[in-house]
C-alpha cells in the first residue's frame, strides 16, 4: 500500500493529538511543540483506550485512563501500568501535507 494522505501539516494543532483511520488502522497522529509530527499507534496496550484522547507533552502521549505515557519517537511506554509498546508508523510531509503508511512500522532498537 502506498501511503495515504491524511492532511496538511498546517490543520495540527501543536500538543494535540488526532486519531485517523487507515484501512482500519487506528492511529494517532500528533504535531509535538517543535514541530515535529508523529504517528504512533492510537491504542493503549493496557486498557484498549484511544490514545488520540489523551494529553500530549514534549515527546509522549499520555493514555486518560491510566496515565500510561508512551514515546512518540519509539511508542515504548515510558510508565506503567502499560509495558508493552505501540507501533509507530513511517509519516511523511511532501509540499506540508502530511502521509502515512499504515503497513509499515518502524523498528525501534
Known sequence: MAAELICSIDDLTP???VR???DGVAIALVKDSSGQCHAI???CTHGDISLAEGFVESDTLECWAH???FSLVTGKPLTLP???PVP?????IVDGE???DPTKTKEIV
Open 15 to 17: 500538543n494535540e493529538a
Open 20 to 22: 485517523v483511520v487507515i
Open 41 to 43: 499507534g492510537d491504542t
Open 67 to 69: 496515565g500510561s505515557k
Open 82 to 84: 502499560a509495558f508493552e
Open 88 to 92: 509507530v508508523y513511517e509519516l511523511t
Open 98 to 100: 502530511v502521509y502515512i
